[in-house]
């Protein structure tokens, strides 16, 4: 069932790994000013990734309902570990955040909105 739509679904797969990787190195390529952002970010980053790799090895619901649940962490933790002062650290994990949260719903909606198949 999943390996011929692998292409289509795939995709937000290797989206999220990219930006989980881009997550990672954030810290030095914006310099962010807090440790705080910097270890959030990295810790993140390392659960985005192997999130992205366990679903690119083997679908299962459960990576990608992780993966929404990462994104949404990622997305609103500038406030809830208190570095939201630091402007371009909590503009970059906003903007990961929600993109990783919507390629994860885009994945489920994919994978379970098909349409039934008539046979006659």
Excluded at 58 to 79: D, N, Y
């Amino acid at each position: 069932m999943f390996e011929n739509s692998w292409k289509k679904e795939g995709l937000t797969d290797v989206a999220n790994l990219v930006l989980g990787a881009f997550l990672f190195l954030s810290p030095w390529l914006f310099g962010f000013a807090s440790r705080t952002a910097s270890w959030n970010a990295w810790l993140s980053a390392i659960v985005l990734v192997a999130l992205a790799v366990a679903a690119l090895a083997a679908f299962a619901t459960w990576q990608e309902w992780l993966s929404l649940i990462a994104g949404v962490w990622v997305a609103v933790s500038p406030w809830l570990v208190a570095f939201s002062a630091e402007a371009a650290a909590t503009r970059l994990h906003l903007v990961v955040g929600v993109a990783v949260a919507v390629f994860s719903a885009v994945k489920l909606w994919l994978v379970y909105n098909h349409k039934p198949k008539v046979t006659a």
